[in-house]
């Protein structure tokens, strides 16, 4: 597969879905402190997602990027696979 300069090489999220669920956002705090993003989606949006993870938990982080500064939200710390699955969710508009 050739990547042009100008494609986007990571996901996109899909529209949120009529009955999508509703995550709670939280201002960040140290969650996990050596917690390492494993998956983002595009920074070509104005909504990032990203899933970190670190000694068996994991959380998801949104940053909004307006106008030159950056309003960042988090999840609560869950174990790996409930975040993978909400990550999933995410990708596909199932929840927002």
């Known amino acids: 597969m050739v990547i ?10 899909a529209m949120a879905q009529r009955d999508h669920v509703r995550l709670e956002w ?12 494993v998956a983002w989606t595009c920074f070509c949006r104005a909504t990032v997602y990203e899933l970190l993870e670190s000694a068996g938990q994991a959380f998801l982080r949104r ?3 307006l106008d030159g500064r950056h309003e960042v ?9 409930e975040a993978r ?3 999933t ?6 929840t927002r």
């Open 4 to 13: 042009l300069p100008d494609e986007c090489v990571s996901p996109h999220v």
């Open 26 to 37: 939280r201002r960040p705090y140290q969650a996990l402190e050596r917690a390492r993003p």
């Open 63 to 65: 940053t909004v990027q």
């Open 73 to 81: 939200h988090e999840t609560s710390v869950r174990p790996i696979n």
């Open 85 to 87: 699955t909400i990550w």
């Open 89 to 94: 969710a995410l990708l596909t508009g199932r």
